[in-house]
Nanobody, 114 residues
Framework: VQLQASGGGLVQSGESLRLSCAAAGFNFRLNTVGWYRQAPGKQREFVGNITSGRQTNYADSVKGRFTIGRDNVKNMLYLQMHSLKPEDTAVYFC?????????WGQGTLVTVSS
């Protein structure tokens, strides 16, 4: 299983950014895949996920601002982020569970300046 996140960068408060995660090595369309983030000095936290049936779940802190999507043909997971805030600054990771094991991408850094 391989997950590779990309798309991070430096943006200003209020701007938008889209993260991507390329998946390989498992039947992507059958798996729930999701995003987590880890801010400096803090624990990794759940951002949101999307099930194989395209049901989405979000952390309260990002509801209404972030949207998760998936492309089962390209085996891609996306995180569209709007109205970014400085507190969204973190390394963002994509994640899936396969055969009862957690698999993480390498993370992509998002920095939001005020």
């Amino acid at each position: 299983v391989q997950l590779q996140a990309s798309g991070g960068g430096l943006v200003q408060s209020g701007e938008s950014l889209r993260l991507s995660c390329a998946a390989a090595g498992f039947n992507f369309r059958l798996n729930t895949v999701g995003w987590y983030r880890q801010a400096p000095g803090k624990q990794r936290e759940f951002v949101g996920n999307i099930t194989s049936g395209r049901q989405t779940n979000y952390a309260d802190s990002v509801k209404g601002r972030f949207t998760i999507g998936r492309d089962n043909v390209k085996n891609m997971l996306y995180l569209q982020m709007h109205s970014l805030k400085p507190e969204d600054t973190a390394v963002y990771f994509c994640k899936t569970v396969y055969r009862d094991r957690n698999f993480w991408g390498q993370g992509t850094l998002v920095t939001v300046s005020s």
